[in-house]
């Protein structure tokens, strides 16, 4: 009897630090090996750190799901054709230094919006696009975000209101579309992406 419990022993002490070398692996490879690697990593000189409005529309963006089918990494030159589509260079790990969470995203149901704001730095269009996707890519999928908008009386709008110019098409009869500060503050942060400055490679 007494042998056969030490025996047993013997065993948990085998399963316990079998786990803890399993364990400290994974945590040497998952936790301490990126942060050696990252913690010294600095701001390209051409990144500039988001402003407080910026930040509060980066909010919007994590809020409204624009993850679910926007990346913000394009791929390399050698593994897809993503800078011929217009979508910037590859990035590097300085140009992430600002964001966290990350919004690098795995789904490109549309296009990748790392550079969105070189690419389309017009606020109108960024605007209207948002209330309605279709009035500016006909047959877009992306869905519309009304309720980031007010729809008023033209008599009723007041000083400061951001009155968005639709397509003709798409412009209602004596009523206008209003920007709240949501929409704002996330089109203020879409403009804000833009990494086309240069940056240091390994090549
Ligand atoms: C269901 C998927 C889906 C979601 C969710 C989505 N989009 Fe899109 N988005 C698309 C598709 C598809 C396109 C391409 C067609 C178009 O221009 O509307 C697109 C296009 C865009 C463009 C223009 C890109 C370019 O290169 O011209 C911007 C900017 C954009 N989306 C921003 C957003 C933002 C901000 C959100 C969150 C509020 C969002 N999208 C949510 C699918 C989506």
């Given amino acids: 009897m007494s042998k056969n419990s030490s ?8 399963i316990v630090a079998g786990a803890m070398v399993i364990l400290g692996f994974a945590t040497g490879l998952l936790v301490l090996a990126p942060y050696l690697l990252l913690k010294d990593v600095e701001p390209p000189k051409g990144l500039k750190p988001y402003t407080a409005e910026q930040l509060l529309g980066r909010g919007q963006y994590i809020a409204n799901g624009c993850i679910y089918c926007h990346s913000q990494q394009p791929r390399d030159a050698s593994l897809a054709p993503d800078a011929k589509r217009g979508w910037g260079r590859a990035p590097v790990a300085g140009d992430y230094v600002y964001d966290s969470p990350h919004l690098m995203g795995t789904m490109r149901t549309g296009p990748d919006l790392f550079n969105i704001g070189a690419r389309q730095p017009s606020k109108d269009w960024q605007l209207g696009h948002l209330y309605q996707p279709r009035a500016y890519t006909p047959g877009s999928i992306m869905p519309s975000y009304p309720y980031l908008f007010e729809v008023k009386k ?5 000083e400061g209101d ?10 209602k009869k004596d009523e206008v579309v209003v920007a709240k500060p ?9 403009l804000s992406l833009d990494h086309t400055y240069p940056v240091k490679t390994l090549e």
Avoid at 7 to 14: A, L, V
């Fill in 154 to 158: 033209a008599s009723e709008v007041k």
């Fill in 162 to 171: 951001e009155v968005i110019n639709l397509p003709p098409a798409f412009a």
């Fill in 182 to 190: 949501e929409a704002l503050q996330l089109v203020n942060y879409l």
């Fill in 7 to 14: 025996y047993w022993q013997m065993d948990e002490i085998r």
